[in-house]
Each structure stands twice: as structure tokens, then as C-alpha cells.
């Protein structure tokens, strides 16, 4: 009986270390993006999606992508911006508001590549829920006019 309780308080001490790893190094990023220091805040936002199990903490989690996907998207790295995206849309129990950001951000990166028709389905699933999310209808215009011209 003694080994169970010492066990059982071994896992919540192990569970509450990881939770204040990626306390620790998710705030850490947050200050190091404000900063706009975005190696730095990139660093600490994977540190600390690398601390904690994703399928246990899918909120962490996907607090993570969604700081990740932006940093990248600031950086100008769009294939990096749209992998967080996905690996964030994949996670389970995501909220509407997170998955429209990341969907957002994605569509961004998809249009900065030249991945009109993706990016237009990106944007196209946020018009079909909210039609006024952000700049959402500006930007599937401006991709329809870019789209036109070009021809198919």
C-alpha cells in the first residue's frame, strides 16, 4: 500500500513539473514575441509544446501552434506557418475561435506561396462561419481578382 501512495505522488509531482516546464517556456515566448524577438519566442513556444504529452493537453497544445504558426507567419515562413496550423486543426477538442485563427493564418501563409486554390479554401471555410471575421471577404476578393487576371 505504502508503494501505491509513493507511486500516485510521484505522478502528480511529475505532472505538475511538466506543467511548470511549459508554463515557464510558454511564457517565455509570449514575452520574447513582444519583444519581437521571434527566434527567441519560436525557441520557447517549441520547448514548451515539447513538454507536455499533446494527446493529454490539447489545450496547451494547441496555444502552442497557434503562437508558433504566428511567429512564422511574421517571419515570413509560410510552409513552417502552415505545419503548426495542421498540427493544431488535428488536435482534438480545439474551439471554434482557435481553429478559425489557425485556419486564418493558414490561409495567409497559402496565399503568401501562391496556393490560391488553398488558400481561398481556407478563407472560404471561415466566410461560411462568420463572414466577418477579420479581413476574410477582402482577402478572398483580392485572391478572386489575382486569380482572374492570371487566367486558368
Known amino acids: 500500500m505504502f508503494a501505491d ?17 511549459f508554463d515557464t517556456h510558454f511564457n517565455m515566448g509570449v514575452a520574447y514575441r513582444e519583444m519581437n524577438l521571434l527566434d527567441d519566442a519560436i ?21 502552442c501552434c497557434g503562437m508558433l504558426s504566428t511567429c512564422y507567419l511574421e517571419k515570413g515562413m509560410a510552409r ?11 488536435l482534438a477538442d480545439i474551439s471554434s475561435h482557435e481553429s478559425m485563427a489557425l485556419r486564418y493564418d493558414m490561409g ?12 481561398l479554401e481556407c478563407f472560404g471555410k471561415l466566410f461560411d462561419v462568420d463572414p466577418t471575421y477579420r ?8 485572391l478572386k481578382s489575382v486569380s482572374q487576371r492570371h487566367g486558368p
Open 5 to 21: 501512495v509513493l507511486e500516485e505522488v510521484k505522478t502528480i509531482t511529475e505532472g505538475e513539473s511538466a506543467r511548470e516546464e
Open 108 to 119: 495567409v501563409a497559402y496565399s503568401l506561396t501562391g496556393e490560391t486554390d488553398k488558400a
Open 135 to 142: 479581413d476574410v471577404a477582402q482577402r478572398i476578393d483580392g
Open 43 to 63: 525557441k520557447e513556444f517549441e520547448a514548451a509544446a515539447n513538454s507536455l504529452d499533446s494527446a493529454a493537453h490539447a489545450r496547451e497544445m494547441v496555444q
Open 80 to 90: 513552417s506557418t502552415v505545419r503548426w496550423c495542421q498540427t493544431g486543426l488535428a
